[in-house]
């Protein structure tokens, strides 16, 4: 019961366009969605999130897009960079219990 | 700030042997986690400790594995005996009281032969 989908298991992109990440979700008593970023190697590195009570959060290139009715949020990257390819987590907040359930995550490759 | 530390960075065992996991979470943060990594079942929560306690570890997947945290500074994640299916990526992460965000260390690649 995959509480959290990310439907893409990759993206391509070409530099300097945006890049649009989605992500599903079931469970109303999420309370909080986050996006990571990993390379190979690494641990993953939180990015931004955003609290269910809002729409939309922006910080920099990345801003994260919530629907609530339609239970999806999405991630986009303007412009897009070398640097930006990489495996994109999206994780929410269980309300009840403060867990982080995580998608499969998508691998974003930017292409020059 | 030093982050999240890890060690090993990988190990590589046989079959059977015991494995330790060591996590050295940020300095403050008050939540630690230890999650596993694979193909087939993306990044799972194995178990969480608040304030050294652990507080969820319904994601143990068996009795093989057990994970304490002594003090505040230090965790491990003890596999035995080690099966060639506890091959992963093992993630340790802490957070602050309050926050959302976790921070992860960089992982300790397991291989068991």
């Known amino acids: 019961d995959q509480q959290v989908k990310q439907n893409s298991p990759s993206l391509s992109v070409q530099e300097g366009r945006i890049s649009i990440l989605n992500c599903d979700y079931t469970n109303s008593m999420f309370d909080y969605f986050l996006w990571y970023k990993k390379y190979p190697a690494e641990g993953p590195t939180f990015l931004i999130s955003i609290s269910s009570i809002k729409d939309k959060n922006e910080d920099g290139r990345f801003t994260v897009f919530l629907n609530k009715s339609a239970k999806h949020l999405s991630l986009h990257i303007v412009p897009s960079q070398p640097g930006d390819s990489a495996v994109y987590f999206c994780?929410?907040?269980?309300?009840?219990?403060?867990?982080?359930?995580w998608g499969a995550g998508t691998k974003l490759i930017i292409k020059p | 700030d030093a982050g999240v530390i890890q060690s090993p960075r990988h190990e590589v065992t046989e079959m059977g042997q015991e494995v330790t996991l060591r996590c050295k979470p940020i300095s403050g943060h008050d939540y630690l986690f230890w999650y596993r990594q694979t193909m087939m079942r993306g990044l799972e929560l194995l178990i969480y400790?608040?304030?050294?306690?652990?507080?969820?570890d319904s994601g143990m997947p068996e009795d093989r594995f057990s994970a304490k945290m002594p003090n505040a500074s230090f965790s491990t994640l003890k596999i035995q005996p080690s099966e060639p299916r506890d091959s992963a990526v093992y993630f340790c992460?802490?957070?602050?009281?309050?926050?959302?965000?976790?921070?992860f260390g960089p992982g300790t690649r397991l291989t068991v032969t």
């Open positions: 992460a802490s957070s602050l009281v309050g926050t959302t965000e976790q921070y």
């Open positions: 994780a929410a907040r269980d309300g009840s219990n403060y867990q982080l359930i």
């Open positions: 400790f608040n304030n050294n306690v652990p507080i969820d």
